[in-house]
């Protein structure tokens, strides 16, 4: 076998690791991913860790900077979509797929700093160095959708009632009291900051 098959393969490997715990971190938190469970959905032994990563710290590290990465790169695309078919703002589209039933009844799959935010001061220095990153990644994302005008202090106000709302809906379920929490904090942030909004 060649280095670069060799290589390639490790590689995948890598990938499938980092993709079973990011999936597990935003399902179970950080707590709940265990090496042995994450090696196992990713269809690796449990002795192959160490050829990959250099702890558990290590691995959580990397799965977060993977899952905001995830995150962010399909919300970009889900953003771009929105707004190009439907004709609304960038902004807008945000606030419709982040703060949706979707998203809420998905943690697995959506916002690492939605679904671990809690949890990210109470983590070692290194794992809460990847999440501040997340934390970043958002803020950004907000950023770039924010109407003309808009102070650019309004990002962080933003980003941390979309959070907020997100836990709280979450906290309280997806049925109808979660859902309603969580179309208040969309439309009172659409009114607010949508130049295209009816006010």
């Known amino acids: ?8 393969r490790k590689q995948a490997s890598h990938d499938r690791i980092l993709q ?9 938190g950080y707590a709940g991913v265990g090496v042995a469970e994450v090696m196992k959905e990713a269809g690796l032994t449990h002795g192959g860790f160490y050829a990959h990563f250099a702890s558990r710290e290590a691995l959580l590290a990397e799965a977060v900077a ?17 707004s190009g078919s439907r004709g609304i703002s960038r902004f807008r589209a945000l606030m419709e797929i982040y703060l949706s039933e979707r998203h809420l009844a998905s943690p697995e799959t959506g916002c690492p700093v939605a679904a671990l935010g809690s949890e ?21 994302v907000v950023n ?3 109407p003309s005008g808009a102070a650019p202090e309004s990002a962080l ?16 379920g997806s049925n109808a009291q979660g859902k309603a929490l969580l179309s208040a904090s969309r439309e009172a942030l659409i009114r607010q900051y949508d130049a295209g909004a009816s006010h």
Do not use: F, N, W, Y
């Open 1 to 8: 076998m060649s280095d670069d098959t060799r290589s390639s």
């Open 120 to 140: 990210m001061p109470r983590q070692s220095a290194e794992v809460r160095a990847a999440s501040c990153e997340r934390v970043r990644g958002l803020l950004k």
């Open 20 to 28: 079973a715990a990011a999936h597990a971190l935003r399902r179970d």
């Open 66 to 82: 993977h899952a905001g990465q995830d995150s962010t790169g399909t919300l970009s695309q889900r953003i771009a979509t929105r």
């Open 144 to 146: 770039e959708v924010l």
């Open 157 to 172: 106000v933003i980003a941390s009632t979309m959070v907020g709302a997100l836990q709280l809906a979450r906290t309280l």
